[in-house]
């Protein structure tokens, strides 16, 4: 199984918005509503921030979403901060009843 | 409060086998999650080992299937990861996480790294 494409890297400034692709294929993003996004913080573990493409655990911040169109998912955080400054990596249930990440993102709060 | 927490050798020779153990608390290994291991080599991105029921069901990577063994002690609420032939390429930080009903994992232990080196 191949990963999940997602940019190398996106950058905002505080306050502002940005979004992280995650592209598939119809054999896991596709083709099921379970994508979920982790954010990891140097050194620490990856912490879960969307599940099944847009649902929030309790305790993450609004400013995080998620969405999903065809192949591709989407995490967009609203009202940029510092501490969003991570990287953050995509995640899909697949047809084969594994799991694949994706290649990660590293953001940074300009 | 579910906490996970590896343990194991640090250092592994290439072509020996690596062996780790996650013990669970706050949740009980034969409740109706899976149990799963994750790897982050240096440098790199996140990549899914497998996971395993109390039931001793299994899934893996298939690019790693053929080396990967996860056991489950259910008198330990623990389980565990061995993966052979190391070599370089498996030097990573290794972390267990709970792998919920709804397709995610929403809880982690803090990871351990794993150096495969002479």
């Not at chain 1, 199984?1 to 905002?12: C, E, R």
């Not at chain 2, 497998?50 to 893996?60: N, Q, R």
């Given at each position: 199984?191949?990963?999940?494409?997602?940019?190398?890297?996106?950058?905002?400034s505080?306050?502002?918005?940005?979004?992280?692709?995650?592209?598939?294929?119809?054999?896991?993003?596709?083709?099921?509503?379970?994508?979920?996004?982790?954010?990891?913080?140097?050194?620490?573990?990856?912490?879960?921030?969307?599940?099944?493409?847009?649902?929030?655990?309790?305790?993450?911040?609004?400013?995080?979403?998620?969405?999903?169109?065809?192949?591709?998912?989407?995490?967009?955080?609203?009202?940029?901060?510092?501490?969003?400054?991570?990287?953050?990596?995509?995640?899909?249930?697949?047809?084969?009843?594994?799991?694949?990440?994706?290649?990660?993102?590293?953001?940074?709060?300009? | 409060?579910?906490?996970?927490?590896?343990?194991?050798?640090?250092?592994?020779?290439?072509?020996?086998?690596?062996?780790?153990t996650?013990?669970?608390?706050?949740?009980?290994?034969?409740?109706?999650?899976?149990?799963?291991?994750?790897?982050?080599?240096?440098?790199?991105?996140?990549?899914?080992i497998?996971?395993?029921?109390?039931?001793?069901?299994?899934?893996?990577n298939?690019?790693?299937?053929?080396?990967?063994?996860?056991?489950?002690?259910?008198?330990?609420?623990?389980?565990?990861?061995?993966?052979?032939?190391?070599?370089?390429?498996?030097?990573?930080?290794?972390?267990?996480?709970?792998?919920?009903?709804?397709?995610?994992?929403?809880?982690?232990?803090?990871?351990?790294?794993?150096?495969?080196?002479?």
């Open positions: 199984q191949s990963a999940l494409t997602q940019p190398a890297s996106v950058s905002g505080p306050g502002l918005s940005i979004t992280i692709s995650c592209t598939g294929t119809s054999s896991d993003v596709g083709g099921y509503n379970y994508v979920s996004w982790y954010q990891q913080h140097p050194g620490k573990a990856p912490k879960l921030m969307i599940y099944e493409v847009s649902n929030r655990p309790s305790g993450v911040p609004n400013r995080f979403s998620g969405s999903k169109s065809g192949n591709t998912a989407s995490l967009t955080i609203s009202g940029l901060q510092a501490e969003d400054e991570a990287d953050y990596y995509c995640s899909s249930y697949t047809s084969s009843t594994t799991y694949v990440f994706g290649t990660g993102t590293k953001v940074t709060v300009l | 409060q579910v906490q996970l927490q590896e343990s194991g050798p640090g250092l592994v020779k290439p072509s020996g086998t690596l062996s780790l996650c013990a669970v608390s706050g949740d009980s290994i034969s409740s109706s999650n899976w149990w799963s291991w994750v790897r982050r080599p240096p440098g790199k991105g996140l990549e899914w497998g996971e395993i029921y109390h039931s001793g069901t299994t899934t893996y298939p690019s790693l299937k053929s080396r990967v063994t996860i056991s489950v002690d259910k008198s330990k609420n623990q389980f565990s990861l061995r993966l052979s032939s190391v070599t370089a390429a498996d030097t990573a930080v290794y972390y267990c996480a709970r792998s919920a009903g709804l397709k995610c994992h929403d809880y982690w232990g803090q990871g351990t790294l794993v150096t495969v080196s002479s």
